[in-house]
């Protein structure tokens, strides 16, 4: 090239590669975009005098190792997304597989499951997204729903709305459990058993109770319509949710929820809180075949203030109870769907005593609120960039009082007659340090009973130390 050209050259080829407005042709991507996610806990867990409501009391201590593992895939490619989660060890619904072996030969099995299985897919220019497969169901501080459920969800931006930014409306259609499968927990099956298939006739139906003998279809499904926004740079989400059961005996609940939750931050002030509604049947009587009204309600609210390395909080939280089984009328709080990610007041109490831990999901305990009114002070300390150590104490009353040693729910037999709301406190600690990805922590928790036990003070408290090391990437 002749020496004068080469400026001009050059001045041109900048303009190809630095100007936005010259097309310069690229191969497109071969494939989707992949990410990978997962999460490994393993810990060691001791537990002293579980057995605060039972009748036949006796002290007892467990001691395990157990382990929590899952990992997750996602792949996206134009408008799709798909999203795959496998649990490798443990599930949503326990705490862990215990590690180990059954017998001096054989080590305990791990059972591997889907977890979440669902797609994606987009059309921005409408305003529209579509999921359908077994996906993440939490609602506000996950009181009302928690678990992953089978699902079809349509989602609508509704646009900037001013104050109401970023606004959204969801419709989900939760597909619940079909014909035999819905069997209550509590009661025993029939000698002739089968599960029932659409079309089989009344006839080889035998003595179901989940059937009508014609041989009709039942189901309990449930149907959610929430709204998203964010106001100001807050969360605000309302929801409706129903349930839905139409078997022949009536086995489960019908529930319905209105719901209204949400966060806001003033400054070094965080404030959250959660409001629900509980209305609709319960599940027919063995005796009457009638249902019972539910009607109840659950609050919950926070406050965390920021003085640097410190947080100061607050925990206020009260479920309804009931304490009159033949009024017609139940008013003790109850769950939709609540597993092991649902809202836990605490680290004893509210897990493993009157938690999920402690009953089916979301038929009785109801994430721990159910007949609990609860006050909680709580401290977080950042002691080092990475360290951070926690302190709280709860006080709890039950909503609805119950006789003295019944238990929360008023469910253990006893001749006192004499009524108490007194459910006894609970201190906890826990304190964790950050390695990049791993995560290693101990925590320790008593709860000391009250009157409502069947032995309550210091003497019996409840137990729970706990220590272990969690990874996320």
């Given at each position: ?10 001045a ?10 010259v097309?310069?042709?690229q ?20 537990n ?16 395990f ?18 999203v ?7 599930s949503?619904?326990?705490e ?22 669902y ?12 999921t ?8 506000g ?19 900037d ?14 597909r ?14 029939p000698?002739?058993?089968?599960t ?9 139906q ?14 309990l499904?449930?149907?959610v ?12 989400q ?13 086995v489960?609940p ?23 509604w509980?209305?609709g049947?319960?599940p ?24 640097g ?5 607050l ?6 109870g ?19 990610q ?12 009157h ?10 305990r109801?994430?721990g609120?159910?007949?609990?009114t ?9 002691l ?21 040693g ?6 253990v ?8 709301s007194?459910i ?34 210091f ?15």
């Open positions: 090239m002749h020496p004068r050209k080469l400026p001009l050259a050059l041109l080829l900048s303009v190809v590669l630095l100007d936005p407005r097309a310069i042709a191969e497109a991507p071969s494939g989707p975009a992949l990410k990978v996610s997962g999460y490994d806990r393993v810990r060691v867990m001791s002293f005098n579980f057995d605060l409501d039972q009748s036949a009391v006796a002290d007892n201590w467990y001691f190792t157990d382990i929590r593992s899952w990992v997750g895939l996602e792949a996206a490619w134009e408008r799709m997304k798909m795959a989660s496998a649990d490798l060890a443990g949503d619904f326990d862990g597989a215990l590690m180990g072996f059954d017998n001096p030969a054989r080590q305990r099995p791990f059972t591997v499951a889907m977890r979440h299985l797609l994606d897919y987009a059309v921005p220019e409408l305003g529209l997204g579509a359908i497969g077994r996906q993440p169901s939490r609602l501080y996950g009181i009302v729903s928690a678990i992953n459920r089978d699902a079809f969800r349509v989602t609508r931006a509704l646009g709305l001013g104050p109401l930014a970023k606004s959204s409306l969801a419709a989900v259609a939760v619940g459990a079909k014909g035999n499968s819905l069997w209550p927990d509590h009661l025993a099956a000698p002739a058993y089968v029932v298939q659409k079309g089989m006739s009344g006839t080889v035998g003595a179901s109770a989940t059937n009508d003998p014609d041989g009709s279809w039942h189901e499904d449930t149907y319509l929430a709204y998203n926004a964010a106001p100001f740079g807050n969360r605000l309302a929801f409706f949710a129903q349930q839905i059961d139409t078997t022949q005996g009536g489960y019908s529930k319905r929820y209105l719901d209204l939750n949400g966060e806001t931050t003033l400054g070094p002030l965080k404030l959250g809180g959660e409001a629900i509980l209305t049947v319960g027919a009587a063995a005796a009457t075949g009638k249902r019972a009204d539910l009607r109840s309600y659950a609050a919950y609210g926070t406050a965390t203030y920021n003085l390395a410190i947080d100061l909080g925990a206020l939280g009260s479920g309804g009931d304490n009159d089984a033949t009024d017609g009328t139940n008013s003790g709080f109850q769950a939709l769907f609540i597993d092991e649902s809202l836990a007041i605490n680290q004893l109490f509210g897990d493993d005593l938690g999920f831990d402690g009953t089916d999901a979301g038929i009785a109801g994430s609120l159910n007949n609990v609860f006050v909680q002070p709580n401290l977080t300390w950042r080092a960039p990475d360290l951070t150590a926690n302190l709280g104490y709860t006080y709890h009353l039950a909503t609805a009082a119950q006789k003295t019944s238990g929360v729910l008023g469910q037999a006893t001749t006192n007659t004499a009524l108490t007194d006894g406190s609970e201190l906890d600690a826990r304190i964790g340090w950050k390695l990049g990805m791993t995560t290693l922590y101990g925590a320790a928790s008593t709860f000391v009973p009250g009157t409502i036990f069947a032995k309550p003070g003497a019996n408290a409840a137990h729970k130390l706990e220590a272990g090391t969690e990874v996320r990437f």
